[in-house]
């Protein structure tokens, strides 16, 4: 009989996020009459900018004309949406890359677990906690030894270079769920950790739009020696509101190896490329016309309005849940604010509670891992009514 | 240093669609002049179905408005995709089916190799040959041995139940690249096999829609005792015109396991629901809405319209083949004609003289396997124009 991938009895039965809308889904069933408010799934709320679904309108009617009609694209992307890509996100930080070290996909999430298919099942893979639980399912899938590097509340939740040697090491900045956020010279710690230990590193920065520090570095690549070390993993979702539309890149720079059992440096770009072409076909041509729109002036300038709206909730959550004398992080660089329950409570038994008393659902910290326990996470991706709602029922809640 | 997927070095440099265009552009760069017609990638280009297009623009638009706004949709896809499917392409043809059972996703490819991620490394695998390069490569990427059911010409290219013990094992009906297809009773023989031996049968029918004889099989699960043994690939590429809108499904039926290390039976439905909402985010809700217009009176007349007229071309190009003395099959039930290199020519051989004297692109057969060298693939995608021109070179060509 066929046997089946034994590393999946590894894993926790269903995904964090499966079992909150379990939870509120018998919540609600239980009380029709509630109003719940969602803050827990990053999923975002406002509406795709216009310059983006007339854009996507207009690709797929393209699509019924013999003339303009598009079959297969290439595996890597279409040439329209990299130069767009490599002139915006890249070349105005001042990060030189060329087209072909950039691998369109259909979002950060397929591209956070596939990368791990190109690399050996011995890799030793480090993980910031709390973390987004893709980085350690899916290393758990490859059978993955994984160690964690724990935040901490008494050092902002930021991570610290290991005292251990990873062959791998996700870094998530600024970070879900707790919305810290790396400067250039805590990120160049890293890159300088990696290159001295051969670690390849995975930089998430699916949340680079959210900075607004003009200090605060968006791509690692703006740290020297990073194109040695790093892959970098970005998405359209929360930048332009595409959890929907499924859009995303990873870049691998042609100066990335690792290593083959004889020792021999294997450059990670033909790798990749040999997977995408393999194991994908593309990313859907309307969703990469969309994703180009993005970087169009309309384009660009509706979804900086997007993010602006967003921060707004940040920051009233930010300060309202401050206002109660509850320590929290995050919010300023980032959509998400990462709480400590109050009252000592752990972190489910803070979901039951604020969903029951205050029909407010958010995520519990440990789903992120064990050293997200007593912590919390709020998005800002809700509408501000919503969150202003929200936000008084803490306060009725909470306030003394 | 970081390991790569050391597997990785067994397979061949390059994917062989890419080995064809390379040869195809430096033949067009020594020849700006030439004309070439290809025939040889299975890429679609009669355009997207007006009704198909239409939906996905209207779609595009509703994602600018907040109270039509869409953002994560299930991984396992939309509910009124899976609801059509369940109706169209499988009561109809009476097989009943539960809507857990589909899982909507980017492609068939995605989904051929993905369906591995789940199953054991220690599986013998067995692949019918000529065949879909994605079967064999996504095995050796994953370090399975594979085994080959070589189809011979003597047998008219249809693959035997084969003589040795597989975990498991592919079948594409109608066959990518010989177009030859099975009948229900063949079907049944491997079904049998499949029971008797616990193996896992991954059925690949992308290009059931070009079946016109009444009496062959859609789907596997026409055949009693299917849903114990196999899951089913779909595609809307070749139906609808989707190559560059990526949406497929795969079935994963309830009662299909296979046993973990301790001899358990795991249902494998829990697995790749598992394995898509941890490393997936759902196809485009754009793509998703495409497919469902495609089960509208509208979509499928417009999309039968788009099969008939490909379905000209195969019997044009079959009827010119065998006129010109040359072993050919395939074309009756499916959009590929498989014929036999004239004048004991290898598959390269005759693909450098067919581009060389007719300036034609086809596939050669050697690509799909060493069962395949030999012979050669056209496929019936091209426009009507142009493969009746190639037609005439081929005369030209082969003509005494």
């Known amino acids: 009989m066929a046997t089946i991938n034994q590393n999946f009895l590894n894993l926790k039965e269903s995904y964090l996020f499966s079992d909150i809308a379990k939870r509120v889904s018998a919540y609600q069933e239980a009380h029709p009459e509630a109003e719940i408010i969602r803050l827990g799934i990053g999923d975002v709320t406002r509406p795709l900018a216009p310059a983006i679904a007339e854009e996507m309108a207009r690709a797929s009617l393209e699509m019924a004309k013999a003339e303009t009609f598009k079959g297969y694209g290439p595996e890597q992307g279409y040439g329209f949406l990299k130069r767009a890509i490599l002139e915006h996100d890249f070349a105005a930080r001042g990060v030189s890359l060329s087209e072909d070290e950039i691998f369109v996909s259909d979002g950060a999430k397929s591209d956070c677990g596939n990368f791990g298919d190109i690399l050996g099942a011995d890799n030793v893979v480090a993980i910031t906690e709390p973390a987004y639980p893709v980085y350690i399912d899916t290393n758990l899938m490859a059978g993955r030894q994984v160690k964690f590097i724990e935040c901490r509340a008494e050092n902002g939740f930021l991570p610290e270079v290991p005292d251990f040697k990873a062959d791998i090491l996700y870094l998530c900045s600024p970070n879900n769920p707790t919305g810290a956020v790396l400067s250039k010279e805590q990120l160049r710690a890293f890159v300088d950790y990696a290159n001295a230990n051969g670690t390849l590193l995975i930089f998430d920065s699916a949340y680079e739009q959210f900075i607004s520090d003009g200090a605060l570095p968006h791509s690692i690549y703006e740290v020297e020696g990073a194109k040695r070390c790093a892959v970098e993993i970005r998405s ?74 967003y921060m707004e909730n940040a920051k009233l959550i930010a300060r309202t849940v401050r206002g109660l004398g509850i320590p929290a992080i995050g919010g300023d660089n980032a959509p998400y604010i990462w709480m400590q329950c109050p009252d000592g409570l752990d972190s489910w038994s803070f979901f039951d509670l604020l969903l029951e008393r205050a029909q407010v659902v958010g995520t519990p910290g440990v789903g992120f891992g064990a050293a997200g326990e007593g912590w919390f996470r709020l998005t800002a991706f809700g509408t501000q009514e919503h969150t202003a709602r929200a936000m008084e029922r803490f306060t009725n809640l909470f306030g003394k």
Request: net charge positive; charged share 20%.
């Open 236 to 309: 359209f979702s929360k930048t332009a509101g595409f959890t929907g539309i499924r859009c995303g890149y990873t870049v691998v720079p042609h100066e990335l190896t690792a290593r083959d059992a004889a020792g021999n440096e294997v450059p990670l770009n033909r790798l990749w490329n040999r997977r995408q072409t393999t194991r994908f076909n593309g990313a859907s041509y309307i969703s990469q016309r969309g994703a180009a729109a993005y970087y169009t002036p309309e384009g660009r300038a509706q979804c900086r309005e997007n993010v602006a709206y």
